[in-house]
């Protein structure tokens, strides 16, 4: 048995609670945030644009939130889009419950946002571990998705690192979470981008906050366990409307090679290639793929169903100390 393993087994006889999950609100939450309970889940989210614009629906990745889309609401909005964007399950400032963290129960917790919102159709846009998510709702709701928009997706069981598959383990995965998913998050987000100019401490600051919400360690392993891409990848042909699929060239947490796969899989889709790009590419190349998914979407211009009165203007939905993306796995 190595040294790390005997480690983790070790350190459960001293760990008792502390992957507990987490209810209710939490400490420091943004003053302005938006909040609505969706299936027994508080839900954060924000909306920007015309009420009656045509929406479109953001799911940012694993370990992150919807600051991810900080360059993009703004510029959807701003096109007369209704822009839409929340906190999964577990993530950013949404509650972390025990319960199911499958892809397919994220994606039901977007559809309940959305009809909570008078939302019935919308294009959906997600990033990593957000784009399996996407899927899975295209798969279980097809009638409600027009158009989907997938950045540096993570979609296939056989992107799962090893830590992912020996979290799985009873005990093994709570102690190995308990000791090292906060470890080193500096160079695990170094991974995520090309250019270092763009790993600034503030971000840095801001993600390390973020781990240290109460219910997040539990959460992620929850999510982690529940990754089963195996029960759906197949089907991803069955998935017939438009797709755009946008790529970090130097990409190292979801390989080009993997939206190369994923273009040969999604029967309407078409990949768009970033060089000297990471995994966000929103970020590493904002102005380009942000122009690229406002031309896509603005392709499915079809009037919105009625949707009820509340959508938000395109300011004032970034808040101060919003944590940015984390992301080194999915």
Do not use: N
């Not at 479109?56 to 991810?68: C, D, I, N």
């Not at 822009?83 to 892809?103: C, N, Q, V």
Request: hydrophobic share 50%; charged share 20%.
């Amino acid at each position: 048995m190595g040294r790390s393993l005997r480690l983790a087994l070790l350190a459960l006889a001293f760990l008792p609670g502390c992957l507990a999950f987490h209810t209710g609100a939490m400490a420091g939450e943004p003053e302005d945030a938006r909040y609505v309970v969706l299936d027994g889940v508080r839900v954060r989210y924000a909306e920007l644009g015309p009420e009656h614009g045509a929406p479109v629906v953001l799911v940012h990745g694993f370990a992150s939130s919807l600051e991810t889309w900080a360059p993009v609401l703004p510029a959807l909005a701003a096109a007369g889009h209704r822009a839409i964007a929340l906190d999964l399950k577990g993530f950013g400032w949404t509650e972390r419950p025990p319960g199911d963290y499958s892809t397919e129960a994220q994606a039901r917790l977007v559809l309940a946002l959305l009809d909570h919102l008078g939302v019935r159709g919308a294009s959906f846009v997600g990033h990593s571990y957000g784009a399996g998510v996407v899927l899975r709702l295209a798969l279980i709701a097809p009638e409600r998705v027009r158009r989907i928009a997938l950045y540096d997706a993570w979609a296939f069981a056989d992107q799962l690192p090893p830590f992912f598959h020996v979290a799985r383990a009873d005990g093994i995965g709570e102690a190995a979470f308990a000791l090292w998913y906060g470890e080193r998050a500096e160079d695990r987000m170094a991974m995520a981008f090309h250019d270092p100019r763009f790993l600034t401490m503030e971000l840095v600051d801001a993600v390390e906050a973020a781990l240290r919400r109460p219910g997040t360690y539990a959460a992620a392993l929850a999510a982690v366990r529940a990754m089963h891409y195996e029960q759906v990848e197949a089907r991803y042909r069955e998935i017939a409307v438009p797709a755009l699929l946008l790529w970090g060239r130097e990409d190292r947490v979801t390989p080009l090679s993997t939206g190369e796969r994923l273009v040969r899989e999604l029967p309407g889709a078409r990949l768009v290639v970033y060089p000297g790009c990471g995994h966000f590419p929103m970020i590493e190349h904002a102005a380009q793929s942000t122009a690229e998914l406002v031309r896509f979407v603005g392709e499915e211009r079809a009037a919105s169903d009625p949707v009820a009165p509340g959508a938000g203007s395109a300011e004032g939905w970034w808040t101060a100390g919003g944590e940015a993306p984390a992301e080194a796995t999915p």
